[in-house]
């Protein structure tokens, strides 16, 4: 007779109690490898790892496996349902994470050094990355589904395991990733190909005084080309980085997220181990587990300042259940369900696709005052160590030089036992960027490439004032060659009096203004209206007339009106006449564009640096709309 195996297993109470002590193993496991708790580290990691294993063996012992199975399933759907959604609510955002891991000198970097193919390449994967990116995100939102309501448990334990080694893989990767090694790297040119082919000259030059660069074999086809490169390491988290720098302040640290995937693959692994007791729910189960399943995505929500998970997921639960329990022959089963799920999913990712992210996280969300955005950062803080070592054993000590342990130890005098090593500096606080890099967010243009709808904003005029200084024209006494220098450059040393004579004082350009930038016109400006391209050659033509109109009606209206654009002033100035378009533009760091907006083109209302509106080319207001809804307040 089958026996129906229940989360009780040989006893309730017992089984909850080594459930509760396993996971505060987890936590304490997890709290000692955390640089915060570096102090206690071995007493937390020890404790936690002895509770985790007492625990393990007792939960096989009393049968406990489907109870903490039970537990790990709602933990895993609901942090896969919130992070899926997360991914899903910038899916190229995501994307652009991905190709930085695709790229030839990051993630392609560990296959290279652990299975010796220095040709290994995963570049071929950044032109699919968008599509890779909608995939994983559907892909964990219904696995995450699936594991809350028990269905198709095999498979579906056989994907998580697979997508947390994955995922685990990928942040071990970023948190070991050390740029100042370097690995061997094989590349192929094609003398085909005329871009390749001048690469490949380049390349057979360098080899010559190079000894990092080595030809493998060159023939009238191709060359193979050997070198020693550094890793492209990637330093912020995949998963959660905008989102938890928009909500708590800062994103995981690579270490914090690998963490994170290691505690998420150990809670897999029991869902894994219990895959054959686990079965759909019945309509009692559903009673229990979507409601600690809400309750947790619901505390997520709440760390993540974002509600709409709540939403979707009870939809989608519903939904799922909904599908399997109509019973129809083709859908009415657990595949019906996934099918539902990704339906909704795709529904989701399209208007965030059309209309850009539906929570913005970023620094440039509306609302954010940007100014302040520029100092958030923290220069962190640095102690200097010196560091003795022990002449017999090897051992190595760090002292704070102007500490009482260093001077009451003398140990510079213990010469026959230790020695002076070195000294390093120790990370106290570590630095922290400000949300907005004034290197990065810097929109200007060379002087020489101004055109007359640029020297008609004030804030140029205001520049351009100081464009003129008051100069010397020398005269070389030898050969009467005449020159034009600033008058604060000129001094006997460079221009001595018996080969140089001062002809007249005159008005020369300042050679400290290269350059104007508007970006502090646009942080104080009362109002201002910008419309940022990444790129003219991807900007979405059938929104110009809509553009041009409101750039127009600004004008009327003595409102500032700029374009902001990641390309060239030779493509500025060709975009700009072919359809006809008078407007200030400037140039910006095409990868801070496409932080300030997925989509191209995209509107900014900005007061006083506040970001008081953002919008996509799909949902351009007109002038009137911006006037009376955003700038009459």
């Not at 892909?139 to 997508?163: F, H, N, P, Q, Y």
């Not at 690469?199 to 057979?204: M, T, V």
């Not at 060359?223 to 994103?251: I, L, N, W, Y």
């Amino acid at each position: 007779m089958k026996t129906t195996r229940t989360i009780s297993g040989h006893s309730l109470p017992l089984n909850v109690l080594f459930v509760i002590l396993n996971l505060a193993g987890l936590t304490l496991t997890t709290m000692g490898f955390h640089d915060h708790f570096e102090a206690q580290k071995l007493l937390f990691a020890s404790i936690g790892i002895v509770l985790m294993l007492f625990s393990a063996v007792a939960l096989i012992f009393f049968k406990g496996r489907l109870m903490i199975a039970t537990v790990s399933r709602v933990i895993v759907g609901s942090l896969f349902i919130v992070s899926g959604l997360i991914k899903a609510n910038d899916p190229l955002g995501f994307s652009y994470k991905l190709e930085e891991y695709f790229e030839d000198g990051a993630l392609a970097y560990r296959i290279k050094e652990l299975f010796g193919a220095p040709g290994f390449s995963l570049e071929y994967f950044i032109q699919h990355a968008l599509v890779l990116s909608v995939i994983i995100c559907i892909a964990e939102i219904v696995l995450g589904v699936l594991v809350i309501i028990g269905g198709k448990t095999r498979l579906v334990s056989w994907l998580l395991v697979i997508m947390m080694l994955f995922f685990t893989f990928l942040t071990w990767h970023t948190s070991t990733c050390d740029s100042k090694r370097k690995f061997t790297d094989r590349d192929t040119y094609s003398l085909v190909d005329a871009k390749e082919s001048q690469l490949a000259d380049s390349k057979i030059e360098e080899a010559k005084t190079n000894k990092d660069i080595k030809i493998i074999s060159s023939n009238s086809k191709e060359v193979v080309v050997e070198e020693m490169k550094t890793p492209q390491c990637v330093t912020d988290c995949g998963c959660f980085g905008d989102a938890m720098k928009g909500s708590v302040g800062r994103s995981l640290t690579p270490k914090e997220s690998l963490w994170k995937d290691i505690i998420l693959l150990y809670l897999v692994i029991w869902i894994f181990a219990a895959q054959r007791m686990v079965h759909a729910n019945n309509v009692r189960q559903n009673w229990i587990f979507i409601p600690l399943s809400m309750l947790l995505i619901s505390g997520l929500s709440w760390v993540f300042d974002w509600y709409f998970p709540i939403i979707f997921s009870l939809i989608a639960i519903l939904a799922a259940l909904w599908v399997y329990r109509i019973r129809n022959k083709f859908i009415g089963n657990h595949y019906g369900s996934a099918l539902i799920v990704t339906l909704l999913c795709g529904i989701f990712i399209w208007y965030v696709l059309k209309y850009d992210p539906l929570r913005d996280y970023r620094s440039y969300a509306v609302g954010n005052y940007l100014p302040d955005l520029t100092k958030n950062g923290d220069p962190g803080k640095y102690q200097s160590l010196l560091v003795y070592k022990n002449i017999k054993t090897g051992e190595k000590r760090e002292y704070d030089g102007s500490s009482k342990e260093f001077m009451n130890s003398k140990i510079w005098e213990k010469t026959k036992e230790w020695k002076y090593e070195t000294m390093v500096n120790k990370e106290i606080i570590p630095m922290r960027l400000p949300s907005i890099d004034t290197a990065q967010f810097n929109p200007s243009r060379n002087i020489r490439n101004l055109s007359e709808d640029e020297l008609q904003l004030g804030a140029v005029k205001k520049q351009l004032k100081n464009r003129k200084v008051t100069g010397l024209r020398l005269q070389d006494n030898v050969t009467k060659e005449r020159i034009d220098i600033p008058e604060f450059e000129y001094n006997v040393e460079s221009y001595p009096t018996d080969t140089y004579t001062v002809m007249d004082t005159i008005q020369v350009e300042n050679p400290e203004l290269s350059d104007v930038s508007i970006r502090e016109f646009l942080f104080t400006a009362p109002k201002v209206i910008v419309v940022f391209s990444k790129n003219l050659k991807e900007f979405d033509l059938d929104h110009l007339g809509e553009i041009k109109s409101v750039a127009a009606k600004a004008k009327k209206a003595g409102i500032p009106f700029v374009l902001v654009v990641g390309s060239g002033d030779e493509e500025i100035a060709a975009f700009k006449k072919k359809h006809n378009l008078h407007v200030p533009v400037f140039i910006n760091d095409g990868i801070e564009l496409k932080a300030i907006s997925r989509a191209n083109p995209a509107l900014m209302v900005l007061r006083y640096g506040r970001v008081k509106g953002k919008y996509t080319g799909n949902s351009l207001p007109t002038f009137n709309w911006i006037q009376t809804n955003l700038l009459a307040k």
